[in-house]
């Protein structure tokens, strides 16, 4: 692998500023670690079974190049399970203000509901013993069983007193689109406490994930996880999920950018077409976007400089990318490349100023 | 246009996706059937077949433009009506007529025998209702997308009464598998065999409307159509079938283009970090992306400001793609671009002659009519 493909360790040298990293992670390091935080009927259920939990390589391969970097693999386990190494990594070398920690532990990938529903309470519960109550500089993502809407609603109810959360994990493949009525009471349950509905990669949809059968390769999942990414925005702007929730506020984590100013112009047009089917969306797709949602960085997927200062012109918004170092997963991201194409308030914006107002920090 | 040399300058137009929409029940596809076979529809009928698709009536019964009914009452009926309304209105040197009537009604949702043989009525009534009717009409051989014996119908089209008129194979952009699956390859390998390029039109008919489930909304599905390029090149490419059919053209139709540089640089940048699974491959993914497929103008990209629309087209032109962009009108549908509505005097002569009909004449091997096509210089004639 040429260094040009590789991020420096260390962060940003070209930026002195204060840093908001709004995509780190936290890794269940087992099934047992969770059992303080689960009553005894479901640590027997598991028991009983033999089950080892869910299988998180589905979304993140042990051993793929991708899923942790060399440097920030343990001697042994999983990356991302010691708040002393998030620590060594990311958030003392990068003078980290504040990250926004995702744990995703997959609880979508279990069907029974009552058992998907304690699990991702036992999560949660592990999250803040682990983590927040541990490190200040820490916000994190509420797990959800997000295959039952109203289960995931009584769970942001209970997790929202926390001060220490700022945002509900959503996995971005799903059974059915975030926008559709079926999904409205996880919003209303996100909107009530002022939280970040943050879209993640992972998930568990029935059959495959694409409308077109099962990818043979991981490397072609990852590409062409981006129309699942798009497929959620489309789906929340057309269904009126933004006028139902006006104060809604969506975090797209971990799907990179470059697509969307495409992709955002078909939607104008689209609308402009046919919004007689919607009439409740009352304004053009492109600035319901930059209203009520931001997009972390990774995976930058960068193209030649001039061509990705094009795409940041075409998001017409200095306002709309937040770093994230994705801790521990690997991508090919360059910071400084991205921010030499920037004017200095966007600089400012993507390292910290979206976040910190995105997420009210 | 009675104008000729001496006259104005003009730029030759060749339109990729002009929809014929005959059904199966009319008179010209109904002949090409077995009676067996129309015994058993009008007894079982023969839905469209997809949920989706059902579930979610577009704005008009054809989604059609206003002035395309013809004389049947429907549109894309009659041969001639259309050619008046396009092709002899803008001076065509050719359409590639885009059928996509056997998708989804051939797909495998029917006894395979009826979908064969349907598939086949429909391919022959192109021929003999379309291509008879103008030779600037060429054809698509449609093969319904996981229908058993799809390669057999290539070869029948190919060497029928208008195989020299098939230019390509038309297949739906999304089915049970991937397009690069080995599920297909016979149909590649028919495809370099005749040296035919094969062409991906919705409708989909694969499992779902998208990655996550059911579009609700007719604007919903038709807006995600531009997300199938995002399974359709990548599994080409990674599974290797540019290594295996070299020679192998793909043309994205009606699937957008100005997404091409955004997902090459993915592939790239996906392709550096994960090359132990990808031992096999010779090249960056980005130059099989870019030496392999061809994209279809409309709809036309309109940017939010305008001052980026030349951009747009410069980027695509930078990353390698100035040959791969062909005009398409999509008639007789709502969202019709007319050449000279989308290829204005605001962009270069030599932009304009490429994307209009140059990159398209390339890859279908149709010669474009010397002082044919649109007006090269509308406001100087009007000032005139």
Not at chain 1, 99 to 121: E, I, K, Q, T
Request: hydrophobic content about 40%; glycine content about 8%; charged content about 20%.
């Amino acid at each position: 692998m040429s260094a040009a493909t590789q991020t420096r360790i260390g962060g940003a040298r070209s930026w002195t500023g204060p840093v908001i990293d709004c995509d780190v992670h936290a890794n269940v390091p087992s099934l047992e670690a969770l059992f303080p935080h689960m009553s005894p009927l479901w640590v027997e259920f598991t028991r009983e079974r033999g089950w080892k939990g869910p299988v998180v390589g589905v979304t993140y391969p042990p051993e793929a190049e991708t899923t942790a970097r060399p440097e920030w693999k343990p001697a042994k386990g999983l990356p991302a399970t010691d708040i002393a190494m998030l620590r060594q990594h990311i958030l003392d070398p990068w003078k980290v203000e504040t990250a926004v920690l995702n744990c995703y532990y997959y609880v979508d990938g279990l069907r029974h509901p009552d058992w998907a529903a304690a699990l991702a309470s036992a999560v949660n519960d592990w999250v803040i013993e682990n983590w927040l109550d541990k490190e200040p500089r820490l916000r994190a993502s509420i797990v959800i069983p997000a295959r039952d809407p109203p289960a995931a609603a009584r769970e942001i109810d209970r997790c929202a007193a926390h001060p220490g959360f700022v945002q509900v994990m959503l996995p971005v493949r799903t059974n059915g689109l975030y926008g559709q009525r079926a999904y409205w009471p996880i919003f209303e349950a996100i909107t009530r406490h002022g939280l970040v509905a943050g879209i993640h990669w992972g998930g568990q949809s029935e059959g495959a994930p694409s409308p077109t059968g099962y990818a043979s390769f991981y490397a072609e999942e990852m590409v062409a996880e981006t129309q699942v990414y798009a497929a959620q925005l489309t789906s929340m702007i057309i269904e009126g999920l933004f006028q139902k929730f006006p104060t809604l506020r969506v975090a797209m984590l971990e799907g990179g950018f470059t697509w969307l100013p495409t992709w955002a112009w078909n939607l104008n047009k689209k609308w402009k077409g046919l919004r007689r089917e919607i009439p409740w969306v009352n304004r053009l797709p492109a600035e319901l976007i930059r209203e009520h949602i931001r997009f972390s960085t990774t995976p930058m997927d960068m193209g030649p400089p001039a061509h990705m200062k094009q795409i940041l012109d075409w998001l017409n918004s200095d306002d709309l990318l937040m770093f994230a170092s994705d801790y521990p997963h690997l991508h090919a991201d360059d910071i400084d490349a991205l921010l030499a194409l920037m004017p200095e308030t966007m600089r400012a914006n993507v390292m910290a100023g979206t976040a910190r107002r995105w997420y009210r920090l | 246009m009675n104008m000729r040399p001496g006259g104005p300058e003009r730029i030759p137009v060749i339109d990729v996706d002009f929809h014929p929409m005959p059904r199966h029940f009319d008179a010209n596809v109904a002949k090409f059937l077995p009676q067996k076979w129309r015994d058993y529809i009008a007894r079982y009928g023969l839905g469209l077949g997809s949920a989706t698709l059902m579930g979610t009536p577009p704005q008009r019964e054809h989604t059609h433009r206003l002035d395309a009914i013809d004389g049947s009452g429907r549109v894309a009926v009659e041969p001639l009506f259309a050619k008046a309304q396009v092709l002899d209105r803008y001076d065509m040197t050719a359409a590639i007529l885009t059928c996509v009537s056997p998708f989804p009604p051939c797909g495998p949702n029917r006894p395979t025998e009826l979908g064969r043989a349907l598939n086949a009525a429909f391919n022959d009534a192109v021929g003999e209702t379309w291509l008879e009717a103008d030779p600037r009409y060429y054809g698509s051989i449609a093969v319904a997308r996981d229908l058993h014996g799809m390669v057999d119908e290539v070869r029948r089209c190919k060497e029928g009464a208008w195989g020299d008129r098939f230019v390509q194979v038309l297949i739906s952009p999304a089915g049970q598998e991937p397009l690069g699956k080995p599920r297909y390859w016979d149909l590649f390998e028919a495809c370099a065999h005749y040296g035919l390029p094969i062409a991906c039109h919705v409708p989909p008919t694969g499992l779902k409307g998208t990655a996550g489930g059911a579009t609700t909304y007719y604007c919903e599905l038709h807006m995600n159509l531009a997300a199938f390029p995002m399974t359709i090149i990548p599994s080409m490419i990674f599974e290797g079938v540019f290594d295996r059919f070299p020679t192998l053209k793909v043309a994205l139709v009606e699937l957008g283009w100005s997404f091409a540089p955004m997902l090459a640089w993915r592939l790239d940048a996906t392709y550096d970090r994960l090359r132990g699974e990808l031992p096999h491959l010779k090249r960056r993914p980005s130059e099989y992306m870019r030496d392999h497929f061809w994209f279809a103008s409309q709809p036309i990209e309109e940017p939010e400001r305008p001052e980026h629309l030349d951009g747009v087209y410069r980027m695509f032109e930078e990353s390698g793609f100035a040959d791969k962009l062909m005009y398409a009108s999509d008639y007789p549908h709502w969202d019709f671009d007319a050449p000279g509505e989308v290829m204005t005097p605001y962009h270069p002569l030599d932009r304009r002659r490429r994307i209009l009909g140059e990159n398209a004449s390339k890859l279908y091997g149709i010669k474009l009519k010397p002082d044919s096509g649109i007006l090269a210089h509308p406001q100087a004639l009007a000032a005139e």
